[in-house]
């Protein structure tokens, strides 16, 4: 029949011209290719400088414990027993003299 004629012509066309644009695709995916390397590189390295953001955060934030731990510490003016007794002891002597 004329219009399975015309099909198989329009598809021969169709497959003719799309071999001819084989080689733009090709290249198209090529720099495609080139592209997401570069990206994924990038990508590893920013999630490498968060990586280490992370850990310098975690690690502010405990040099920042530390530190409040040892106002805390100051504030209560923790002594030991003796060093207690040791003051009261240096107390009279100076109410005496």
Same mark, same amino acid.
Do not use: C
């Given at each position: 029949?004329?219009?399975?004629?015309?099909?198989?012509?329009?598809?021969?066309?169709?497959?003719?011209?799309?071999?001819?644009?084989?080689?733009?695709?090709? +290249?198209?995916?090529?720099?495609?290719? %080139?592209?997401?390397? *570069? @990206?994924? =590189?990038?990508?590893?390295?920013?999630? #490498?400088?968060?990586?280490?953001?992370?850990?310098?955060?975690? +690690?502010?934030?405990?040099?920042?414990? %530390?530190?409040?731990? *040892? @106002?805390? =510490?100051?504030?209560?003016?923790?002594? #030991?027993?003796?060093?207690?007794?040791?003051?009261?002891?240096?107390?009279?002597?100076?109410?005496?003299?």
């Amino acid at each position: 029949t004329l219009m399975a004629v015309l099909t198989t012509a329009r598809a021969v066309l169709k497959d003719s011209a799309t071999r001819k644009q084989v080689h733009v695709i090709q +290249d198209h995916l090529v720099n495609l290719s %080139k592209d997401f390397d *570069r @990206f994924r =590189k990038r990508m590893d390295n920013l999630s #490498k400088h968060i990586q280490q953001a992370n850990k310098d955060v975690e +690690d502010v934030h405990i040099s920042a414990g %530390k530190i409040s731990s *040892r @106002f805390e =510490k100051i504030e209560k003016v923790e002594l #030991k027993e003796d060093d207690v007794e040791l003051l009261d002891s240096e107390a009279n002597d100076s109410e005496i003299n």
